[in-house]
Nanobody
C-alpha cells in the first residue's frame, strides 16, 4: 500500500507560481501512475494531471499550459509546478495513484488571491 504526503501549498498572487510536492511511501511507488487532484470549497474533488511510471503526462483543459507534473522515482516524489495561477485554482490539492485508492493524504491548501 502506498501512502502520500502533500506539501508546498500556500498563498500566491494571481499570475504567481507555486511548486507542490507529493512524497510517496513504499518501495513500489515507481510502478504507479500518480495524479494530482484538487477540491475547491463547495465542490467535488477533481482530477487535474497525471504522470505514468514511464513519464507520460496528461492534463485537463483547466490547467493545461500552466501546470507541469513531473516525478523523481529515486526520491519517491511527484511534483506539480503551477504557473500563471488564477483565483479559481484555489483549492486543497491532493496526490494519489491514478486511478485513486484509499487512503487519501491530508492535502495541501493553495490560495490564489491578491
Amino acid at each position: 500500500q502506498v501512502q502520500f504526503v502533500e506539501s508546498g501549498g500556500g498563498l500566491a498572487q494571481p499570475g504567481g507560481s507555486l511548486r507542490l510536492s507529493c512524497a510517496g511511501s513504499g518501495s513500489i511507488f515507481s510502478i504507479y501512475a500518480v495524479a494530482w487532484y484538487r477540491q475547491a470549497p463547495g465542490k467535488q474533488r477533481e482530477f487535474i494531471a497525471r504522470i505514468t511510471n514511464g513519464g507520460s503526462t496528461y492534463y485537463t483543459d483547466s490547467v493545461k499550459g500552466r501546470f507541469t507534473i513531473s516525478r523523481d522515482n529515486a526520491k519517491n516524489t511527484v511534483y506539480l509546478q503551477m504557473d500563471s495561477l488564477k483565483p479559481e485554482d484555489t483549492a486543497v490539492y491532493y496526490c494519489n495513484k491514478h486511478p485513486p485508492s484509499n487512503p487519501w493524504g491530508q492535502g495541501t491548501q493553495v490560495t490564489v488571491s491578491s
